[in-house]
C-alpha cells in the first residue's frame, strides 16, 4: 500500500500528540502533565508496535549479501547524482517539520495566546497530515513522485 510508512508515522505522531490535549481536556492536569503523558504514551506503545511489526512483517531471504565498504558509500555520494539530489532536501524536510513542531506550541501558547487549546490545535494540524497523505500519494501517481515532493514542500513553505 502507498503511503502505508507516512500513514503509520502520522497515526503515531496523532496519538502521541493527543496526550496533552486528553489530559487537558479531561481535567486531569495541566499541559506539563500532558507532555509527560506523552512520554509515557510512547513508552508503553513502543515495545508493542515494535511487536506488532516485527511479528507482522516477514523477512525476505537474503540470497546474495555482501557488505558495502564504507569507501564506496562515500564514493556512491561523489558518482550518483540522485544520490546527491536527493539527501540535502531530505534534510531540510526533516530539519523543518523538527523546527515547526518544536516551535509550534511555543508560538500558540505564548503569541496567539491559545494557552488552553494549543495542544488541541497540534492535534487538528497532525490530524490534517493524515488526511492528506492519499491526496499526495493521488498527485504523485498523477505527476510523479519527483513533481509531487517539489509541490508539497511549496505547499508546505506558503502554508508555514
Known sequence: MRGA?????????ITVMSAPAIVEMAGLGSFADGVHAMGWTIIVLMPITTAICVLSVPE?????????PKTAAFSALREKDALRAILPPDFLIGVS???TGGLFLFFFQHKLGFSDTASIILL?????????VPIWVSLGNRIGKHRALQS???WSAGGL
Not at 510508512?5 to 505522531?13: E, F, L, M, R, Y
Open 124 to 132: 487538528i494540524y497532525f490530524m490534517a497530515g493524515l488526511v492528506g
Open 5 to 13: 510508512v507516512q500513514i503509520a508515522s502520522t497515526i503515531g505522531q
Open 60 to 68: 525476505r531471504p537474503i540470497t546474495d549479501y555482501r557488505p558495502l
Open 152 to 154: 508539497s514542500c511549496m
Open 97 to 99: 517539520q523538527g523546527v
